[in-house]
């Protein structure tokens, strides 16, 4: 079974730093990982998403994931944040032959003015 | 410009009342899903669907019903509410549920006293 961990609940960051949320998952088999953003009152949104390739993947808004392979982990930055990036990040995971995608617990972003 | 709509947003019930909350899609996508939200725990996948007639249970299905008669709709039943059914509830549906993207309804305020 495939599972995911985010590792921070809760992530304040000052307007312009930069930001990694960080996400490791559990797999024996080779899995599709992806980034949801939720803006407040909202339902979810896509980010990004490694399917195989390059392992830097880009996303929308600046946001960029890496894949790393030995370290289960597929962590998402940002080089400098804004206010309007304040939202809460879920990453996921599925697999070849499955039906479904698996989410993490979710880390809220706050970016500090 | 639809996507996903779910109805109500807001919803009050008594513990042991019946309810349904109502998804549709206009995407014309085989595959559609339940997700509840609450805090700490992410997005938990209740029940999906491949297609019409066709319906499976995720990791919480205790307690929700689900049916699929068109491509179009796919509402979620509380045939007993009970207070650890207090939620926010999501609706999703995609093309390729697993290396695709999923598209979110705004999602179901559930309350439950």
């Known amino acids: 079974a495939q599972s995911v961990t985010q590792l921070d609940s809760q992530v304040p960051v000052f307007e312009e730093a930069p930001v990694e949320l960080r996400c490791n998952y559990s797999?024996?088999?080779?899995?599709?990982l992806f980034w949801y953003v939720q803006y407040p009152n909202q339902g979810l949104q896509l980010l990004l998403k490694?399917?195989?390739?390059?392992?830097l993947v880009k996303g929308i808004n600046g946001f960029e994931a890496e894949f790393n392979k030995s370290q289960t982990s597929f962590h998402l930055r940002k080089p400098s944040v804004h206010i309007s990036d304040t939202a809460e990040y879920f990453c996921?995971?599925?697999?070849?032959?499955?039906?479904?995608?698996?989410f993490g617990t979710g880390t809220r972003l706050t970016v500090i003015p | 410009n639809a996507g996903v709509t779910q109805t109500p947003k807001f919803q009050v019930l008594k513990t042991g009342q019946s309810m349904t909350l109502q998804c549709a899609q206009d995407?014309?996508?085989?595959?559609m899903s339940w997700y509840r939200q609450d805090p700490g725990m992410g997005l938990r996948l209740i029940h999906y669907?491949?297609?019409?007639?066709?319906?499976d249970q995720g990791e919480v299905p205790n307690g929700y019903n689900v049916s699929r008669s068109t491509t179009e709709d796919f509402p979620l039943r509380l045939l007993s509410a009970a207070p650890s059914q207090t939620s926010v509830y999501f609706c999703?549906?995609?093309?390729?549920?697993?290396?695709?993207?999923?598209?979110f309804g705004e999602g179901s305020r559930l309350t439950v006293l």
């Open positions: 999703a549906s995609s093309n390729r549920p697993v290396t695709g993207e999923l598209f």
């Open positions: 995407m014309n996508h085989e595959y």
């Open positions: 490694y399917l195989s390739g390059s392992t």
């Open positions: 797999s024996s088999v080779s899995v599709y």
């Open positions: 996921a995971v599925s697999k070849a032959g499955a039906n479904n995608l698996f």
């Open positions: 669907s491949v297609g019409a007639g066709i319906t």
